[in-house]
Structures are given as structure tokens and as C-alpha cells.
């Protein structure tokens, strides 16, 4: 898709981070905006930010819980309604939630997978058919994550959901081409980014916060991994200069990280020998902008702080 100026764009989980990165550097490119996240201050300030840098770009912004199918639909019939169309869908939208498989609560699986996946589920049933019948050139980007291609411990929950993120990205993919469709999907994969994505538990709603559990070693350890990720992490334009060349570029996976090729071509290698791929020593290299490992030593990952 290599014209972007004049067309639309939406963007969820656009009130920081990636989201709002992308909003501005699709306004940049002289997209007018759909902008939907949960947090109704970081959404007015990324449509503040947008307007203050992007001349004759239109912005609307909704409050959306990508997660409720009816609230992404909402979202969709009033940006078709006020802008005419959409051409780039970037579901964004994302949260973290850690842990080790055994430990976690049905509630610690509910949520991530409810707005990791079933955002990007919600997102193409509401917005990609209308898109289809516009006949147009367009896009369907999908924030998915470097865990939605190596697993690592103590961070099941969101390796679930961003595994199926990326499964959910490529069968969307294939049946959109199999359909001769004009749309083209990327699958953006970032490690680690400086956003707010170590502090999600802020949005997470009451319904699904496991009762009495207080918080255990287990979730100290999945904090200090991703407050490390992001800590250590790149800047979210970088991310989003490497998500618009990838839709104008009609590329599907997009890595963000040095390194990052190889270690899937290691850790692919290893599965197809029938090993268990590994994240210790030298083989750390998730995270920051140098491609240095941020994950705790050995000890830490195996519970013995």
C-alpha cells in the first residue's frame, strides 16, 4: 500500500506507547485518524499531540474496550460512518500479564486473551469485510510481540496470547490472499519497548483479578522480566517507522530487534531436531536495542531469589 496520504487509519491501544507512535507517524503520512484506547487521558493527550503536529489530519477519538466484540463494533460503524472508510487497521491494543504456567489463575488467561487476541479477533470481524467491499488498497497491522515467536518463562498468560496473535495474524493473512483480496497483513513483532506496558495491571478490570490472590514470587520474578524489557527497551518510534515501511513495503513479519532473525532461525532449528529451544546464558538476547539479554540469571529464572 504505498499511498497513505488522503486515506484513513484507526489505531487501538493509541493512548501511549506504540499506539500513539503509530497515530503520529500515520498522521504524518496525511492519514486521518480514528484513535480508540481505555485510558481517556492518554487518548486525549496522543489526539493533542496529533493535531498539534499534523496540518488538515482529521482526529476522532472513542473510548474502547477491545476486548467487549459490541464496543469494537461501535467503534467501527462510527469511523466508517464519520470518515467514509478505512484503509489501515492497526489493532494495537495490548497487555502484559506473567507468570508460570502452573501458578496462574483462569482469570491471569482470561485477560490477556481477551485483549491480546480477542482485540485483534474483534478488530477483523468489525472492520476487515467493510474493508474488503471498499475494493481498495489496504491494511490490517497486528501488534503482536517477540513472545509470539519465543517463549520464555515466567511469562505464560502473555505468551498464550501473543502466540495465537501471531497464528490469528497469518491465518487472516492466507485467507485473505487465498480470497484475492487487496488487503496485506503485517505481523509486528517488537521486543522490547519503552512504553507502559510493565504497568498494565492499572486498566485490568475487577471482574477478572483472581480472588484473594496476593502477589508471589512467581510475579515478582514476571515483573522484574518486563520491567527489564522496557526499561532497556527502544524508542516506540523506532517500532512505528518499521510498521508504516512494512505496510508500504507489504511486509508480514516485521522484527525490530538486531539479532532477532537469527535467533528465530536457532530457535526454529531447535524444535525441528525436537529440542526445547533455550533462553539461558548467551541465548538472552530478548529486549533491548543492542540485542544484550535482559532477563534475570539463572537463579531468578528458576524461582531462587
Not at 125 to 138: K, S
Not at 158 to 167: D, Q
Request: hydrophobic share 45%.
Amino acid at each position: 500500500m504505498r499511498e497513505l496520504s488522503g486515506r484513513v487509519a484507526v489505531v487501538t491501544g493509541a493512548g501511549g506507547g506504540i499506539g500513539r507512535a503509530l497515530a503520529l507517524g500515520l498522521a504524518a503520512e496525511g492519514m486521518s485518524l480514528m484513535l480508540a484506547d481505555v485510558d481517556p487521558g492518554g487518548l486525549a493527550d496522543t489526539a493533542s499531540l496529533v493535531e498539534a503536529g499534523a496540518d488538515g489530519v482529521k482526529v476522532l477519538t472513542e473510548i474502547t474496550d477491545v476486548s467487549d466484540p459490541v464496543a469494537v463494533e461501535h467503534l467501527a460503524d462510527r469511523t466508517f460512518g464519520e470518515l467514509g472508510a478505512v484503509h489501515v487497521l492497526c489493532n494495537n491494543a495490548g497487555i502484559f500479564q506473567g507468570g508460570r504456567m502452573w501458578t496462574r489463575e483462569p482469570e491471569d488467561f482470561a485477560w490477556p486473551l481477551g485483549v491480546n487476541l480477542w482485540g485483534i479477533l474483534h478488530g477483523v470481524r468489525a472492520f476487515v469485510p467493510r474493508m474488503i467491499d471498499q475494493d481498495t488498497e489496504g491494511h490490517i497491522l497486528n501488534t503482536v510481540s517477540a513472545a509470539g515467536l519465543f517463549a520464555m518463562p515466567h511469562m505464560g498468560p502473555y505468551t498464550v496470547s501473543k502466540y495465537a496473535a501471531l497464528a490469528a495474524s497469518q491465518s487472516l493473512a492466507q485467507d485473505l490472499a487465498a480470497a484475492g483480496s487487496k488487503l496485506r497483513v503485517t505481523a509486528l513483532c517488537p521486543g522490547g519497548v519503552r512504553t507502559g506496558l510493565n504497568h498494565s495491571g492499572r486498566h485490568r478490570p475487577e471482574n477478572l483479578v483472581a480472588a484473594g490472590r496476593a502477589e508471589d514470587e512467581d510475579e515478582e520474578v514476571s515483573a522484574a522480566i518486563i520491567d527489564g524489557f522496557v526499561e532497556e527497551g527502544v524508542d516506540p518510534a523506532e517500532v512505528a517507522l518499521a510498521a508504516v515501511t512494512a505496510i508500504r513495503e507489504e511486509r508480514f513479519l516485521v522484527l525490530t530487534h538486531p539479532g532477532y532473525a537469527e535467533m528465530l532461525r536457532e530457535h526454529t532449528e531447535a524444535l525441528i531436531a525436537g529440542a526445547l529451544p533455550s533462553f539461558s546464558g548467551e541465548e538472552n538476547r530478548v529486549g533491548g536495542r543492542d540485542g544484550e539479554g535482559v532477563l534475570p540469571d539463572r537463579g531468578d529464572l528458576s524461582g531462587h531469589r
